[in-house]
């Protein structure tokens, strides 16, 4: 069910879930910039990005694409790498392009632990919260993982590659919005979303049997 439908099926939990919702995108926001924080950059810090206060996360379009598709975005977090020590450059690249998608992961885990910890007593407006909470952060996890610029994955593939491919990301960024939107249209993001939600399970029957 989609944000739309749930809206005029249950306003109470379209309302719970938007709030739920605009939290994993605040989340991964969030994530980026703690972890560069921990590496010695203080950007995000300086310009009041570390916080749970959506007014200083919410990106109007975003938001809006948000509550009407169910997917959308906030305003990025500043990074600034030259403020990561030189030997540790490379690996900040990695970790704070990755702390976005893992956040979304962690919530994903949660939601479908504590569906997994309520059965099989969940269901009605719970069952779809905890479903669309999980469904949501999984799409955003794969969806950031595309490993074209702009996105997180391009830059964790950065971190990894040599050098001298950062001038094909450069040259690949002016169209990555193009290239991102036909692997969309062609489900190439529903493998990655399926095998997701297959380890997290997985992981969850190892502490969970039965």
Same mark, same amino acid.
Request: glycine letters at 8%; zero cysteines.
């Given at each position: 069910?989609?944000?739309?439908?749930?809206?005029?099926?249950?306003?109470?939990?379209?309302?719970?879930?938007?709030?739920?919702?605009?939290?994993?995108?605040?989340?991964?926001? %969030?994530?980026?910039?703690?972890?560069?924080?921990?590496?010695?950059?203080?950007?995000?810090?300086?310009?009041?990005? @570390?916080?749970?206060?959506?007014?200083?996360?919410?990106?109007?379009?975003?938001?809006?694409?948000?509550?009407?598709?169910?997917?959308?975005?906030?305003?990025?977090?500043?990074?600034? @790498?030259?403020? %990561?020590?030189?030997?540790?450059?490379?690996?900040?690249?990695?970790?704070?392009?990755?702390?976005?998608?893992?956040?979304? %992961?962690?919530?994903?885990?949660?939601?479908?632990?504590?569906?997994?910890?309520?059965?099989?007593?969940?269901?009605?407006?719970?069952?779809?919260? @905890? &479903?669309?909470?999980?469904?949501?952060?999984?799409?955003?996890?794969? &969806?950031?993982?595309?490993?074209?610029?702009?996105?997180?994955?391009?830059?964790?593939?950065?971190?990894?590659?040599?050098?001298?491919?950062?001038?094909?990301?450069?040259?690949?960024?002016?169209?990555?919005?193009? %290239?991102?939107?036909?692997?969309?249209?062609?489900?190439?993001?529903?493998?990655?979303?399926?095998? &997701?939600?297959? @380890?997290?399970?997985?992981?969850?029957?190892? &502490?969970?049997?039965?």
């Amino acid at each position: 069910m989609g944000l739309i439908q749930l809206l005029f099926k249950d306003p109470t939990a379209f309302v719970i879930l938007s709030v739920l919702l605009l939290y994993s995108v605040i989340f991964h926001e %969030i994530a980026h910039g703690w972890v560069a924080y921990k590496m010695g950059d203080p950007t995000a810090k300086w310009l009041g990005r @570390l916080t749970l206060n959506p007014v200083k996360h919410i990106d109007p379009f975003g938001s809006v694409m948000l509550l009407l598709i169910g997917f959308g975005w906030a305003k990025p977090v500043p990074v600034n @790498l030259e403020n %990561i020590p030189t030997d540790q450059r490379r690996k900040g690249l990695i970790l704070v392009s990755a702390a976005g998608v893992t956040a979304n %992961i962690i919530i994903a885990f949660s939601a479908m632990l504590i569906f997994r910890l309520m059965a099989p007593a969940p269901s009605g407006m719970m069952t779809e919260i @905890l &479903f669309l909470l999980a469904k949501i952060n999984l799409i955003l996890a794969a &969806f950031n993982l595309i490993p074209i610029p702009p996105l997180d994955g391009s830059k964790i593939l950065m971190g990894f590659a040599p050098e001298s491919w950062n001038r094909v990301f450069h040259q690949i960024e002016p169209y990555g919005f193009f %290239i991102v939107l036909g692997l969309l249209l062609i489900g190439a993001l529903n493998p990655v979303i399926n095998l &997701f939600q297959n @380890l997290i399970l997985a992981l969850i029957s190892v &502490f969970l049997p039965g």
